[in-house]
């Protein structure tokens, strides 16, 4: 097997009594998208942090590529390209200006193409020579992604890169991660857009509280945790209820299956028990729905 | 791969570029204020004192004032230049910048010292420059003005570096700079030979390592000093390697910047 893009082995790091990572482990294979969910304050940023090395893990270690981000770190940060959650950016230069300084923190030199290039494919040529106070924030945050890519990094992370971003930059910016990701680049992605999640990543990892609590494939987890639903609106909810429904408002009740192959027969069922079905809806299993299951139930 | 070349002082080079960049674009607020404000010190000051004192006998007030202004001047804006930068990287977020790349603590050292070196230089070279039409001035050891003027900006160029790093806020940086910064220069004899004060005064003067910085700057102008330029040496450059060692171990422990 190859190596791990990511290795992640018992990190801890606590803030004075605070528990931000309890001891988390992960691994991430290369060229995989790969989502890092969890509420806010799960402790995915500082996870990222510690792998790009802005924070210190109280224990545990981590490596990028096979680089442990520490001992290694010039290997490590060369591996790894991290697009920050915070809007942040240096007001005295503009977009080119700030592509170029930032290659040459990587010992790049003459990285024009390179530079030409990402800006087309972020919709920013136009902007190159505009200083940073003068874009949007939208604008800002593509040049963040930008910035992230200046060393063509075989990791990416990226964390919540679409908060705050119009619909269609965030068709764009996905379209481009994929481009880039079948290009052979590893993705990790930090969202609380599960449906966009749902689409891009091909493996989930769930934080909560600093724990990992789900790992999977997203295929796996939408199959493991949130079967298919179906909702029907009863004459009598309370005979719905009896053949394990969960009562909603209105006379709606909700029942949980795993294969439509049940639905005929709890239909049968309901009729049986004379529960007179008025309206009925079928929902497709959702991350979100897994969700809110997994941070229920751990 | 297109044209790409990495080397491996690359890193380094682009921070220091960035550094004094930054300073350049801006050159009007650091570089010309700082000098205008030393022009009128040394009007004001000849106005009010030339006729009347003379130091080391026979030389007049306001040649023996430039040089402290030049290295006053100097200090202060090699302070000024890491320190700021670096509270405004934490405090706008932009540090993450050079702190994500594979930088090592002493490239990052080495560029924000020289920069701020570079722009205490041009400051004081200004303050020079402008002054020398209303001085007489000679340039009795221009090898110790030089050495002087560079490990001097060095040493306030580290201590901007631990003052940045270490204040969280601007008020902090401020307090750091007047209670600190701001004395010290000022009672180094920037304005007076300290041989004028009373013994007491030069005793507390010589635990001053400000002192010495501006007393062999000094020397190098009129190859006269209140301390053997040796000595000044050796208290500038012990006081230099000191607080390079120190900053160098709060950036490698990540104080503050990796947290
Ligand atoms: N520098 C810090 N000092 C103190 N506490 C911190 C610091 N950084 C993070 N924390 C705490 O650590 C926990 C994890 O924070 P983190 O930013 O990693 O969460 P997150 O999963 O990224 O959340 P979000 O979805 O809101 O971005 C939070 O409780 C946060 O308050
Ligand atoms: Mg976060």
């Known amino acids: 097997m190859s190596l791990p893009a990511i290795r992640v082995c018992a990190v801890t790091k606590h803030y004075g009594a605070l528990q931000a990572l309890a001891g988390v482990d992960l691994e991430v294979r290369q060229g995989e998208f790969f989502g890092l969910l969890g509420p806010n304050g799960a402790g995915k940023t500082t996870l990222i942090s510690a792998l790009a090395g802005l924070v210190r893990p109280d224990g545990g270690t981590l490596e990028v590529m096979g680089h442990n981000v520490a001992s290694d770190y010039r290997n490590a940060r060369r591996a790894l390209g991290v697009v920050p959650q915070e809007l942040v950016f240096d007001p005295f230069f503009s977009v080119r200006e700030l592509l170029r300084i930032q290659s040459g923190y990587f010992g790049i030199r003459g990285n024009d193409d390179w530079i030409d290039e990402i800006l087309a494919s972020l919709d920013l040529t136009a902007k190159a020579n505009v200083n940073m106070r003068a874009l949007s924030g939208g604008m800002k945050r593509r040049v963040l992604v930008a910035q992230a890519l200046v060393h063509r990094p075989p990791v990416i992370v990226l964390d919540e890169p679409t908060a705050g971003v119009d619909v269609e930059l965030r068709q764009g910016l996905w379209a481009f991660v994929r481009k880039l990701n079948r290009d052979g680049h590893t993705i990790v992605l930090t969202t609380h857009y599960l449906e966009e999640a749902e689409a891009l990543c091909g493996r989930i990892a769930m934080l909560k509280a600093g724990r990992v609590v789900a790992l999977d494939t997203t295929d796996n987890l939408l199959q493991r945790f949130a079967t298919h639903s179906l909702r029907v609106r009863l004459a009598e909810p309370a005979a719905g209820v009896a053949l394990g429904g969960a009562a909603g408002e209105g006379g709606w009740v909700d029942f949980a299956f795993d294969s439509y192959a049940d639905v005929e027969s709890l239909l049968a069922r309901l009729r049986e028990a004379g529960a007179g079905v008025q309206e009925m809806q079928l929902g497709e299993p959702d991350l979100e729905r897994v969700f809110v299951e997994v941070m229920q139930r751990a | ?259």
Do not use: C
């Not at chain 2, 790409?4 to 300073?23: H, I, P």
């Not at chain 2, 340039?139 to 040493?155: E, H, K, N, R």
């Not at chain 2, 001053?208 to 500038?236: E, H």
């Open chain 2, 1 to 259: 791969m297109p044209e790409m070349r990495e080397s491996a002082l690359t890193g380094f080079r682009t921070l220091l570029y960035k550094e004094v960049l930054r300073f350049w674009k801006v050159s009007f607020q650091t570089v010309m204020a700082p000098v205008l404000n030393a022009l009128l010190f040394l009007l004001i000051f000849s106005h009010v004192l030339d006729r009347h004192v003379t130091v080391y006998g026979e030389i007049a007030y306001t040649s023996f004032l430039l040089p402290g202004l030049v290295m006053m001047s100097l200090l202060q804006n090699a302070f000024a230049n890491s320190s700021s930068s670096l509270i405004q990287s934490k405090i706008t977020g932009n540090i993450i910048f050079v702190l994500l790349p594979p930088l090592s603590w002493g490239e990052f050292y080495a560029a924000y010292v020289i920069a701020s070196v570079l722009r205490g230089l041009f400051v004081g070279a200004g303050v020079l420059l402008v002054g020398l039409p209303f001085v007489e001035l000679s340039f009795a050891y221009p090898l110790w003005i030089l050495v002087f003027a560079l490990l001097g900006g060095a040493i306030l160029g580290s201590l901007g570096v631990i003052a940045g790093i270490w204040a969280d806020k601007f008020d902090q940086l401020a307090g750091f700079q007047n209670f600190l910064i701001l004395p010290l220069t000022m009672l180094s004899g920037v304005f007076y030979s300290i041989h004028s004060l009373p013994q007491l005064w030069q005793d507390v003067s010589h635990a001053n390592p400000f002192f010495f910085m501006i007393d062999g700057f000094r020397y190098g102008f009129f190859g006269q000093s209140d301390v053997s330029p040796w000595l000044s040496l050796a208290v500038v450059g012990v006081s230099f390697v000191l607080l390079a060692a120190l900053t160098l171990a709060m950036l490698a422990r990540g104080y503050k910047l990796r947290a």
